[in-house]
């Protein structure tokens, strides 16, 4: 840190600079409260150690004098004088602490650390704030909606910390892009964010995928391997669909958090790892405690922090710039200009559900993109379940006693239907992809609904 030492007393002066610049500190002096004031004005220090009672002005008058100014540092009193008293005033008058004379090194030692530990928490709030004032939660956060918003500000307020979060919603809703936010929210950013998800990988290696083993300790052993937790260290480690975890590994996950441990299968050895835990999963985690599919001790060491994302349906306000945003993306990698989106094909996409939510959208974008012609998203271009959730300028008349949902279904359903045939050009196979449906179910519904084929 950069301190300013303001005494009238050399001799203090030159104690106090020796001490502090063998802490690591960068110390400059002003003898008294005028050329303290002007010094800190002229320049930016973290913190002020300033005497009370001094010639010219006294210090309780240079911290009221800096502080109307605009200064930030912290200013730290001291004095021989009055010791409670002065205590009190310099408090009332924005003083960050005070230590009374005489004292010993190690005293102003712990208060400048402490002060040092205040002041990093402010930069990185200050750091934090800033950067979702400009969208630096990540190139992948959209957060037009009220739910988006008051999520990224949870993150915000529990990044600087190793708090463990869990992270709910309907898949596809972007549990891993708002882990990987916190992640570049934290002071663990310069670190590889680590992921796994526990659903995708057999019981049977999941263990030593998490723990790690050492050589030798089952068949296939050939070396030491160091598990997802050991590799996190001093990093983030998201783990994914928490809720499939399977029960014999959840007490050994609970034991990890616990105690900030972990042991390979097949070793004596517990090591130390400082892993900052953020889990998510798509499962009703306390219906699954209920049920006792889930721990409920582990339900709770990992749900400290809290965050559920809703389905898309429920913030159409992200759909605009989430539609903006995966364009861009797949551009890029398809290696494509950015095409343009007519009219009625962005009605359809801002009109449908989603119910695949953010991960169905960048499906159907990627495929628009590539049936493209002319550098144009049509409607054409679009998934038929798409375009049959599509608002239309008119509102089809139905007769008098024919309110009938059954076969209004129907009618809707074969009217899909010809539509997919009609853009494969009769091919039942590619109308098939379109619907989303398999061939032999395809067949069944041209005959069920009488539907001819295009």
Known sequence: MKLLVVDDEPGLRQSLRLLLTD?????????DGVAALAKATAE????????????????????????????????????????????????????????????????VVLVLRKAEEREKLRREVETLRSALGSHAAGPDVVAESGAMRAALDVIAKVAPHRTTVLITGPSGTGKEVLARALHRLSPRAEQRFVAVNCAAIPEALLESELFGHVRGSFT?????????????????LFLDEIGDLPTALQAKLLRVLQDGEVRRIGDKETRRVDARVVAATARDLDADVKRGRFREDLFYRLNVIGIRLPPLVDRPEDVPALIRLIMDKHASKLGVPLPVLEPEALRALLDHDWPGNVRELSNVLERAM??????????SDLPVSVMAGASTDTVPTIPEGELSLKRHAASAQGEVIREALRRAGGNRRRAAALLGISVRSLFYKLKALDVADA
């Open 44 to 107: 930016s220090f973290d913190v002020v150690l300033c005497d009370v009672r001094m010639a010219k002005m006294d210090g309780l008058e240079f911290l009221r004098r800096y502080k109307a100014g605009s200064g930030t540092a912290l200013v730290i009193m001291m004095s021989a004088y009055g010791s409670e008293e002065a205590a009190i005033a310099a408090m009332k008058e924005g003083a960050y602490d005070y230590i009374a004379k005489p004292f010993r090194a190690d005293e």
């Open 220 to 236: 296939g052993a050939v070396s030491d391997h160091r598990g997802l937790f050991e590799q996190a260290s001093g990093s983030t």
């Open 23 to 31: 802490e690591g500190h960068q110390v400059a002096e002003a003898s």
């Open 370 to 379: 590539v049936l493209a012609r002319a550098g144009h998203i049509t409607a």
